[in-house]
């Protein structure tokens, strides 16, 4: 399952919000006694997994641009 076929509500979720959701995958496979029966629930939390590392790295990128502005503003400040 790629994270392109997640349902929509899922995309639009939070970072915090989709790592609950991870967590309660992986609790719900740690119990699972049949892994043949937790395959789709593996592909499922491997997507979850891309698309949080896809949102941080979002999110990492436009706190560093943030900064960078920040910084130059600063810098043009001091200049004067």
Known sequence: MKDKNLP???KSK???DLT??????IKKLESE???ENSI???QKLISLNNL?????QH????????TKE???EILKKNEK
């Open 70 to 72: 920040k910084i130059n």
């Open 20 to 25: 609950k959701l991870a967590d309660n995958i």
């Open 40 to 42: 789709n629930e593996y």
């Open 52 to 56: 949080i590392e896809k949102k941080f």
């Open 33 to 35: 006694k049949d892994l």
């Open 8 to 10: 929509n509500d899922i």
């Open 14 to 16: 939070s970072l915090s």
């Open 59 to 66: 999110n990492s990128r436009k706190i560093s641009q943030g």
